[in-house]
């Protein structure tokens, strides 16, 4: 793959700077003439080189998925140096397969792909690749590193950890503490990584016990009727953990219907919904732990990094990161007005 090869430096982050390089920026003898470790070119928000950047997403029929596309395009506004050519979006696998064609043919600088499935979309990924146009892949990863230049997304496992962590802090000094979950789409890795990071955050905390679990699918519809047959299989608990914050009006229309207000419940990715319940403080709802959607912002900031041959400010390397996950952090009354602007209808 000859056109590979020839933009190795680009597309696999070949190392620009050895360690020999940073130890001489550390001694006192340094030379005037000669840059320090930290004069190396990063992206700021000065105009530069013109870049343009393809972004494909799965349909927006969720309001996390319309989120991502709000942000890539808002971001992109921000830049003079930047046109941004975006798809419709589709779940159907072939459409966006063609979306991204026709973008690589289109001769895009830069690629931003949050494919509908990451498996299925490997080998397109790989084709642009080979075609010399580095690839951003957003949050659902290709099969293999070959397919993208840099992944960057969310944490599955670290929103369960986090919102475990969280609820065993509040129930930490009641003894034979209950908790049930209400999960997403069971077939979907993302919910199993959930679910994994909330239990094993549990494991800290003896005195606590799951009681019961269920999965939704990601909708209010949804999200309302198992968070009934969860009321009314568990008539005493003491916290809900729930995935995801869409599922939560559902779920919370439910819990209002029951009339409980006996547990405490934390929510997931970051909704205004949610947000506006949690500063309004009147309800059971008193946490989210965020999954953000302005992951695809940054998608932008990186893909237009890579077009102009450029590093990171406030990091060493001349390159962008291979990867980048985001932290889940949790959103409470204590921090809920940093947060608020960023939640997603």
Known sequence: ????????????????????????????????????????????????????????????????????????????????????????GSNDTAAQIGQIETLINKKVDVLVVLPADGKALT?????AMRAGIPVVNLDRIFNTPQAYRCWIGGDNYGMGLNAGHYIGEKLKGKSDARVIELAGLDNLELTQQRTKGFDDALK?????????????????????????????????????WNHDDDQGVGALRAIEQ?????????????????????????????????????????????????GQSKGIGGLAEFEIPASLTLYSAVVDKTNIDQYMSTGFK
């Open 1 to 88: 793959m000859p056109e590979l090869t020839s933009r190795r430096g680009l597309l696999f982050g070949t190392a620009a700077v050895g360690a020999g390089a940073l130890l001489v920026g550390c001694t006192s003898n340094e030379s005037k003439d000669e840059p320090a470790a930290n004069d190396q070119p990063a992206a700021d928000d000065k105009p530069g080189k013109q870049v343009t950047i393809g972004f494909a997403g799965p349909q927006a029929d969720h309001g996390w998925l319309n989120a991502i596309n709000d942000n890539a395009k808002s971001r992109a506004k921000k830049y003079s140096d930047v046109t941004l050519e975006i798809t419709e």
């Open 204 to 240: 800290n905390y003896p005195n606590i016990k799951k009681v019961a679990r269920q999965a939704a699918e990601f909708t209010v519809e949804s999200g309302q009727a198992k968070m009934a047959q969860l009321l009314q299989a568990q008539s005493k608990f003491d916290a809900l």
């Open 258 to 306: 029951a009339g409980r207000d006996d547990f405490l419940m934390v929510g997931g990715a970051g909704a205004l919904s949610a947000f506006q319940a949690i500063k309004k403080d009147d309800g059971v709802l008193k946490a989210t732990v965020l999954y953000p959607p302005t992951m695809a912002a940054s998608a932008i900031d990186l893909a237009r990094a890579l």
């Open 123 to 127: 080998q397109v990924g790989l084709q």
